[in-house]
């Protein structure tokens, strides 16, 4: 619990202006590429969805989903820091933080299911990692448990 503690006002802290990518167009991919400063490649693509894979010096590792109409619908993260996450939530943010300020959350686990937004954030120092989804959007074929 002391370590959610620590890590729930860098939630906050980290909301700066949003760019934002859960629910943006591709272009977005490309603003949080720049912002977190990471190399980016199109790891998979289906016919349903396209996986855009951004990795940093550091080893964090951000993946944006997106759908055939070329809007992101998931991201994940994974690294030795907490990315921005008002950038990669950009106008779902509010939402999330909403469901955390509600107490939404397990241990050292936050989950938010607020309306069609599911976040689900753990970690410590040297070991964050992460998924954001809009339920609605998801493709076809395509489940929750696929955003790594």
Do not use: C
């Not at 990795?55 to 907490?82: C, H, M, Q």
């Not at 976040?119 to 448990?145: D, I, K, N, Q």
Request: net charge neutral; aromatic share 10%; glycine share 10%.
């Amino acid at each position: 619990m002391k370590s959610f503690a620590i890590v729930l006002p860098i939630f906050f802290t980290l909301a700066g202006p949003a760019f934002g990518a859960l629910g943006a167009t591709e272009e977005s991919v490309s603003t949080d590429q720049a912002r977190f400063q990471a190399t980016r490649t199109v790891a998979t693509e289906h016919g349903s969805y396209k996986l855009h894979e951004m990795s940093r010096g550091d080893g964090s590792v951000i993946r944006e989903y997106l759908n055939s109409a070329g809007t992101v619908f998931a991201v994940s993260w994974k690294g030795p820091v907490l990315p921005d996450l008002s950038q990669l939530l950009g106008t779902q943010f509010a939402a999330f933080r909403k469901g955390v300020e509600a107490g939404a959350k397990r241990r050292r686990m936050s989950v938010v299911h607020e309306g069609d937004l599911v976040v689900e954030s753990s970690g410590h120092a040297r070991g964050f990692y992460g998924r954001a989804y809009l339920s609605s959007m998801l493709p076809a074929g395509f489940t929750e448990e696929m955003v790594q």
